[in-house]
């Protein structure tokens, strides 16, 4: 077995880590409980560096939490914790004098264990649910509300009288999200970590295929034709809702600076946008920005708004005015067909030509830098 140096013990006092270069892989070492130990420096799941992640005292072992998505790996046996079956690469470690020395090699080779991800696959392989025919008509509403307390939500009940209209004259296939009542996590921000570390599906999808934005990926981006998103206004913005969302929907618009890759093709959307008061048209502008960087097409005049004006602060008479409003009614009906005359411009694009003018990696002036903290 061959030794090469990694560092100084100096270098590396009790309780610290570093990542040495080890040929042309990277090696974690660690210095816990006064031992010296080293594995492989890329996370078995989306090659995170394992150097840089918090290590933790377990009942068998001291753990390194990868500072990515938090995969774990005992520092000294490689092993993942018990009822998991990956194993990372571990490198023999010996002291010469002032130096930490590892094997060339590892006595011990990276095992990663099948997972099972059937509950996700069809977001894996995107398999669209959309047709030449389709008419699949997904409304969001952002509304937050006590449902032990339930209100009237106007934004809500326009997107209802929207899909009612939508399956009465067009014949189509509606769905109702409320993400209220979904549950899901917040995005974690791991795209500030590296680029790969956000992935399709999401990463948070992936490692909990419960979370409530996993129905939302299935309906927005494999079965939706049209997506109608309503929101109230709160303090001049779309809701908290809208933007957590919105938050964790980064992982659709990277596959465009990752792989070149549209995921939103031939799909429509327009927006509900009610309030007391009056914001309408710089909301409906950040949600066109927003969902055109996705891929969405928009038909003219894709926005409903409904706004009593900045003095309207009894807002115990805003429901009794919303429900009297003829124009409310007229224009819900005729954003749809407007969605719907757009969609059947759209439905036969040749969408595999489509080219999104954004940014991909190559574009940065620091594509060609070498992070030496990475493995990728």
Not at 37 to 52: E, Y
Not at 319 to 341: G, H, I, M, P, W
């Amino acid at each position: 077995m061959e030794f090469i140096k990694a560092c100084s013990v100096k270098e590396l006092p009790e309780g610290a880590q570093k990542i040495v270069e080890c040929g042309a892989q990277k090696v974690a070492l660690f210095h816990f409980n006064k031992e010296i130990t080293a594995i492989g420096n890329a996370c078995l799941h989306k090659a995170g560096p394992l150097g840089l992640g918090a290590v933790t005292k377990k009942d068998d072992g001291h753990y390194v939490a990868c500072p990515w998505h938090g995969w774990e790996y005992n520092i000294k046996t490689g092993a993942a914790p018990p009822g998991y079956e990956d194993k990372q690469a571990v490198y023999e470690v010996k002291i010469d004098g002032d130096d930490i020395l590892i094997s060339t090699l590892p006595v011990q080779k990276a095992h990663r264990a099948m997972h099972d991800m059937s509950a996700i696959e069809d977001l894996m392989k995107l398999k669209y649910e959309t047709t030449p025919t389709s008419k699949n008509i997904l409304g969001i509403s952002t509304t937050n509300m006590n449902d032990d307390l339930p209100r009237y939500s106007t934004s809500e009940a326009a997107l209802e009288t929207a899909l009612e209209y939508a399956a009465e004259k067009h014949g189509a296939a509606t769905k109702m999200l409320k993400l209220r009542e979904l549950g899901f996590r917040a995005c974690e921000g791991y795209y500030s970590q590296h680029m790969n570390a956000c992935t399709w599906p999401c990463s948070i999808t992936e490692m909990e295929p419960n979370d409530g934005m996993t129905q939302v990926y299935r309906d927005m981006i494999l079965w939706a034709d049209i997506i109608l998103v309503a929101t109230p206004i709160r303090w001049g913005n779309a809701s908290s809702l809208y933007f957590k969302m919105a938050e964790r929907l980064n992982c659709v618009q990277n596959q465009i600076t990752l792989k070149d890759k549209v995921l939103v093709k031939n799909k429509v959307a327009s927006f509900i946008i009610t309030g007391g008061q009056d914001n309408i048209q710089a909301v409906a502008g950040q949600m066109m920005v927003f969902f055109t960087d996705l891929g969405f097409t928009f038909p003219p005049f894709s926005f409903l708004g409904w706004s009593r004006g900045w003095t309207a602060e009894d807002m115990d008479k805003n429901v009794l005015q919303f429900k009297k409003s003829e124009y409310v009614k007229r224009t819900a009906k005729e954003l749809v067909d407007n969605c719907v005359d757009t969609l059947q411009s759209i439905k036969h694009m040749d969408a595999s030509k489509l080219k999104a003018p954004k940014p991909h990696k190559e574009d940065s002036l620091s594509f060609g830098m070498d992070n030496p903290d990475m493995n990728v």
